[in-house]
C-alpha cells in the first residue's frame, strides 16, 4: 500500500498517557499528548489512525480558530517551538461556525496537459476533494497530513512534493479507517 505501508513500525504503541501531566523529557515519552480545547472528541480516533505507527513524544494541540477566520480548519507541524525544544508539535485549529459536510482538496500524483491561449502547453495536477460530514473526521484528515511532516522530520527527509505526499499520506490513512472511499 505504498506510503501507509512505509511509516508502520514493528508492533502497534500502546497508548495511555492522556490526562497525565507533561512529560519533562518529551523525546522520552512513548506516547502522544493530545491537549483538545474544542468540544469535539478526538482522541479514540487519532488514536486509531496511530496505531502502528511511531510517535513517540508527538505532542498535539487542537484549538478553535481565532473569531473573525475564514479558515474552516488549520494545521501547522512544529519542528521547534516555544516550549518544545525538539518540536513535535502539531496544532490545529478548526472553525465553530463550519457548516457541514465540508470540502477538501487533497493533491494527487496525477497530472494532465492543456493548451493556453497563447499555444503553450502547461502542466496542471489533479486534485481529488472529499466531504467530511463531522469535524472530527476534518480534524483527523489534517491532522494526518500534518503527522506525515513530522514522519519527514524525524526520518531526516527533506524533498520535493511534501505537500502532495502528506495528502497522499491522509487520503491513504482516511480510506483505511473507510473513513472515504
Known amino acids: 500500500m505504498g506510503i501507509f505501508n512505509s511509516y508502520k513500525v514493528g508492533a502497534p504503541n500502546v497508548l495511555g498517557c492522556f490526562g497525565e501531566p507533561f512529560p519533562r523529557n518529551p523525546g522520552k515519552c512513548n506516547t502522544m499528548r493530545i491537549t483538545n480545547k474544542t468540544e469535539y472528541p478526538v482522541d479514540s480516533l487519532f488514536n486509531a489512525a496511530m496505531d ?81 460530514r463531522k469535524p472530527e473526521e476534518l480534524m483527523l484528515a489534517i491532522f494526518l497530513h500534518e503527522f506525515s511532516h513530522y514522519i519527514d522530520h524525524m526520518e531526516g527527509r527533506n524533498g520535493r512534493f511534501k505537500q ?12 483505511a479507517m473507510k473513513i472515504i472511499r
Do not use: M, W
Open 164 to 175: 502532495t505526499k502528506a495528502d497522499k499520506f491522509a487520503v491513504e490513512i482516511l480510506r
Open 52 to 132: 502502528g505507527f511511531d510517535h513517540s513524544g508527538l505532542f498535539i494541540e487542537i484549538k478553535y480558530c481565532p473569531a473573525g477566520s475564514r479558515r474552516y480548519i488549520s494545521g501547522t507541524y512544529y519542528r521547534r517551538a516555544p516550549g518544545y525544544p525538539e518540536g513535535r508539535l502539531i496544532r490545529l485549529r478548526i472553525n465553530k461556525r463550519n457548516k457541514y459536510p465540508v470540502r477538501v482538496a487533497f493533491k494527487t500524483s496525477d497530472y494532465y496537459t492543456r493548451t493556453d491561449s497563447k499555444g503553450r502547453e502547461v502542466i496542471y495536477q489533479k486534485i481529488r476533494y472529499e466531504k467530511f
